[in-house]
């Protein structure tokens, strides 16, 4: 099974396809937010919607702009790598921080004990569907782009600095599990999910449902962890189990 990718589509489609993702987050989250207007920030959900233009345009070696630098490849390194460099920018900014986006090692006391069946349970899912939908035989630099490159930089961006940004636009929570729960835990876990399920591609608009609950889902336990933790580094090593264990197996 296979994500809807944006890799070798024109510069135009990954325009078309990251803008319909920034409208959709600017409409709902809009929507939303005027249903509760004491608890909206629009700065901070426009500054949302400009993270995830960052990220793509980043990722996409800005739509073709920036030549490849690295050794040929199947896989997106370069992209990767920048998207990454991008993120720990932004992080390092006022109204950010390190320890705020959870790029950090120090986990909050007790957190990592309480979230020993939460990380069991993410683990069972992605085994399962290894079992179900077992990979070809891959090689060395398969492997080692799947233990590294998705997992630091979409844990990173989506469960860091999206997610604080997400956070500060929609304030109003509840406690539940040990953690806030709000609007902008759900807003980027779908948002995690489009981005790997949904894209303009040959003249139209492609979404792949399926791929989109098995990303969309497990990313609320890897919220939760963030949020339970104060980290990313528990959602890092499991999100490096996830996309490995196929390969492995």
């Known amino acids: 099974m296979h994500p809807v990718t944006r890799s070798g589509n024109s510069a135009l489609d990954g325009l078309i396809s990251i803008g319909a993702i920034v409208c959709l987050l600017l409409a709902g989250g809009t929507v939303l937010g005027l249903a509760n207007r004491k608890h909206f920030s629009f700065g901070w959900l426009v500054t949302a919607a400009a993270l995830v233009f960052i990220n793509d345009l980043l990722l996409t070696n800005g739509y073709g702009l920036i030549p490849d630098m690295l050794p040929a490849s199947d896989w997106n390194w ?71 490159m998705p997992s630091l930089e979409e844990e990173a961006f989506y469960r860091g600095i999206l997610l604080l940004a997400l956070y500060e636009a929609f304030t109003r929570g509840a406690n539940r599990f040990g953690v806030e729960w709000r609007w902008g835990a759900l807003a980027s876990c779908l948002l995690f999910g489009l981005a790997h399920a949904f894209a303009y591609t040959d003249g139209a608009f492609a979404f ?42």
């Open 208 to 249: 792949d449902p399926i791929y989109m609950a098995l990303t969309a889902i497990p990313s609320f336990l890897a919220v939760w962890m963030r949020l339970r933790t104060g980290s990313i580094l528990l959602p890092i090593v499991l999100h490096s189990f996830g996309n490995s264990i196929s390969l492995l197996l």
């Open 78 to 148: 370069q992209g990767k790598i920048l998207a990454l460099v991008g993120t720990l920018a932004i992080a390092s900014l006022p109204g950010f921080g390190w320890k705020r986006t959870g790029l950090t090692l120090v986990q909050s006391e007790g957190s990592l004990k309480s979230c020993i069946p939460g990380a069991l349970l993410y683990c069972l899912f992605f085994l399962a569907i290894g079992l179900a939908f077992p990979s070809d035989a891959a090689s060395a630099e398969t492997v080692a782009f799947q233990l590294t």
